[in-house]
């Protein structure tokens, strides 16, 4: 079946720091989400990818879509301690209903 | 409008007993799931529904039976608890199927222990 992969599975940078996080599908995907959990919480919807090399951008976050629709990227810019928590990727193929997710990235950060 | 809500908060069973999660949403949205959460596993999806009357299997749908009555509820019910099922259960809808919908809303979860 479909699986999502993230890498790396734990992330910890220091405050002002820049890193990205990758997502890796097995399958062709029709589009793909991200969500973000603070510890405790519950996932959040950040954003959704759906064309081919699509790059969108919420403030200091960079998502990207590949081009072959099979992997997407997530690059922070500017670490800050408010981006602490966990980040999963979920992609939908086609005609499955289902969403499928990674088993997400968490983040910490040395303020 | 409330959103998800998820009834109750916490829960403690002892192995056998049953038990329904609650999951109501007030956005008349057609497409809702239930998902558990273990520690390094992500989410995996149980059982969803895309509308009322509808419901189908996820990736991990053993021990668990739901139904779809109504738009607004979708209830996840344990048949008989084992200890493998402690987790953390979220409920979560969105407008249409995620192929068409942009957003899944999550609600606060039920965090469930069996002892």
């Not at chain 1, 081919?52 to 690059?75: C, M, W």
């Not at chain 2, 998800?4 to 056998?16: A, C, D, E, N, S």
Request: some cysteine.
């Amino acid at each position: 079946g479909q699986q999502v992969m993230q890498i790396p599975q734990y992330q910890h940078v220091q405050e002002g720091e820049d890193f990205t996080t990758y997502c890796n599908s097995s399958t062709t995907l029709s589009n793909i989400q991200w969500y973000k959990q603070r510890p405790g919480g519950h996932p959040v919807f950040l954003i959704q990818l759906v064309k081919s090399g699509e790059v969108k951008k919420q403030k200091r976050l960079t998502f990207q879509f590949g081009e072959a629709k099979k992997n997407s990227s997530l690059h922070i810019t500017a670490t800050q301690t408010t981006d602490v928590g966990t980040y999963f990727c979920a992609g939908y193929q086609g005609g499955s209903e289902k969403l499928v997710f990674g088993k997400g990235m968490k983040l910490t950060v040395n303020p | 409008n409330a959103g998800v809500t998820q009834t109750p908060k916490f829960q403690v069973l002892k192995t056998g007993q049953s038990m329904t999660l609650q999951c109501a949403q007030d956005m008349n949205h057609e497409y809702m799931s239930w998902y558990r959460q273990d520690p390094g596993m992500g989410l995996r999806l149980i059982h969803y529904s895309v509308g009322a009357g509808i419901t189908d299997q996820g990736e991990v749908p053993n021990g668990y039976n739901v139904s779809r009555s109504t738009t607004e509820d979708f209830p996840l019910r344990l048949l008989s608890a084992a200890p493998s099922q402690t987790s953390v259960y979220f409920c979560a809808s969105s407008q249409k199927t995620p192929g068409v919908a942009d957003t899944q809303y999550f609600g606060p979860g039920t965090r469930l222990t069996v002892l």
